[in-house]
């Protein structure tokens, strides 16, 4: 199954997915998810209205908006359209004014969010982006380090690899990697590789090109992490419809967001 990149509209009906260097957003209707962990922290919104969210931390939560963290394990169960946005960035846990050990609920600007989700059209992805991600300081090795992950996810490099490539000892990068991206090195990856292989959807490849080109093993390796990843097959988010739309790289980063200088190894 293919899809196309579209032109830049959305409808209250329409199912899409924003595509950045290593961010996604998904806007529409809920699917009934299975229990899922996401390699990269996750922001949901319930557009239409609260949702259910299950962890083993927090039990059956009903809220309007969550940040559940990277590699927590959750089941979300929702009506009408919801908004889901990804990225390695921590920053949006900064803006919620409820939190537990991990998982964190409502947004400060959730009303801000729901009136453009309600009554914009289109709706603007940068908008959102503008108050999900405000571009979260970080080390410049490791910026360097994720940035040649999403250049080319499907090479094989190890981690002491990109770690003597920025002068730090294994051991100091993968505890860096971890504290500045909120994820490991190899789920990041996955995520890398998982973000490139809807590039190439979006442009007409097939999932099987796709993913193989991206470097995941077969197939059925890219189906079974996908719905790890995020509790659907990839085959049923693009058979619901969903339209993939590749934002320009130039708005791949906030104007805002630097990264940390490092004085020592």
Known sequence: MTARALPETCCPDQRTLWLWPARAIYLGPSFDLDAHSGSVHCFALGVDAPFDLHSAETGRRRTRSAFIPARTEHHIVATGRVLFSYADSLDVRDHMTEHSSTVAFTHRDELALLQHLQHARPVSPEFLRGHLDRGTAIDERIRAATQTLQADPARVVSAAALAAEVNLSTSRFLHLFAQHTGTSFRRYR?????????????????????????????ANHFSDTFHAMFGLTATALLAAGTRVVIQDNAAAEPPHAESRPHNRP
């Open 190 to 218: 996955l995520w890398a590789r998982m973000t490139k292989v809807g590039h190439a959807i979006s442009t007409g490849a097939n999932i099987t090109t796709a993913a193989t080109d991206a470097g995941f093993a077969s």
